[in-house]
T-cell receptor, first 113, second 114 residues
Framework: GENVEQHPSTLSVQEGDSAVIKCTYSDSASNYFPWYKQELGKRPQLIIDIRSNVGEKKDQRIAVTLNKTAKHFSLHITETQPEDSAVYFCAASMGGSNYKLTFGKGTLLTVNP | DAGVIQSPRHEVTEMGQEVTLRCKPISGHNSLFWYRQTMMRGLELLIYFNNNVPIDDSGMPEDRFSAKMPNASFSTLKIQPSEPRDSAVYFC????????????FGSGTRLTVV
């Protein structure tokens, strides 16, 4: 089955700096890669996603890049703010008719004022 | 739309008791997923349904766990008998059902088994 590795497990940055979280996946048939943000005590929420026919997608301060050859994708947050502090999860869908997402273990991002 | 609705939000029960968690997916979503989240194991998929039919239950820990989806607007996850190691946050999520769509998660049920 699909395996998703996520790094780093924790990341601390100063407000205004950039943050990068990286994920690798194992199934070359995977074609959908969402990112979720989970604030303390709350539900994971979808913040951005990318599909395999696109190499990069941007939404204001967040962007995701995908390298299908290397089977890795990354989340980039620019001009970080304290409210960006949360756990971020990457995920990958399997190919074929299997609809389930496999999640990485998560990255705890702390933005220090 | 009210989103994915889970109940109860918190449940404290004694070891050996039966626990039932409930979920109402977003109207029109064809797929429903049950996840368990712990610090040690992260987000684990327990089971998912497509068009009310269980597709993959390989993540269900053991026979003590069972899930049903009697109709498109309701699902239950039951643990009988419950054990302390079942303590976790249980999330239900729904999606449009294709493999190119993300999930919408419910608020979760925090289960504590003492």
């Amino acid at each position: 089955g699909e395996n998703v590795e996520q790094h780093p497990s924790t990341l601390s940055v100063q407000e205004g700096d950039s943050a990068v979280i990286k994920c690798t996946y194992s199934d070359s048939a995977s074609n959908y890669f969402p990112w979720y943000k989970q604030e303390l005590g709350k539900r994971p929420q979808l913040i951005i996603d990318i599909r395999s026919n696109v190499g990069e997608k941007k939404d204001q301060r967040i962007a995701v890049t995908l390298n299908k050859t290397a089977k890795h994708f990354s989340l980039h947050i620019t001009e970080t703010q304290p409210e960006d502090s949360a756990v971020y999860f990457c995920a990958a869908s399997m190919g074929g008719s299997n609809y389930k997402l496999t999640f990485g273990k998560g990255t705890l991002l702390t933005v220090n004022p | 739309d009210a989103g994915v609705i889970q109940s109860p939000r918190h449940e404290v029960t004694e070891m050996g008791q039966e626990v039932t968690l409930r979920c109402k997916p977003i109207s029109g979503h064809n797929s429903l997923f049950w996840y368990r989240q712990t610090m040690m194991r992260g987000l684990e998929l327990l089971i998912y349904f497509n068009n009310n039919v269980p597709i993959d239950d390989s993540g269900m820990p053991e026979d003590r766990f069972s899930a049903k989806m009697p109709n498109a607007s309701f699902s239950t996850l039951k643990i009988q008998p419950s054990e302390p190691r079942d303590s976790a946050v249980y999330f239900c999520a729904s999606s449009l059902g294709g493999r190119l769509y993300g999930y919408t998660f419910g608020s979760g049920t925090r289960l504590t088994v003492v």
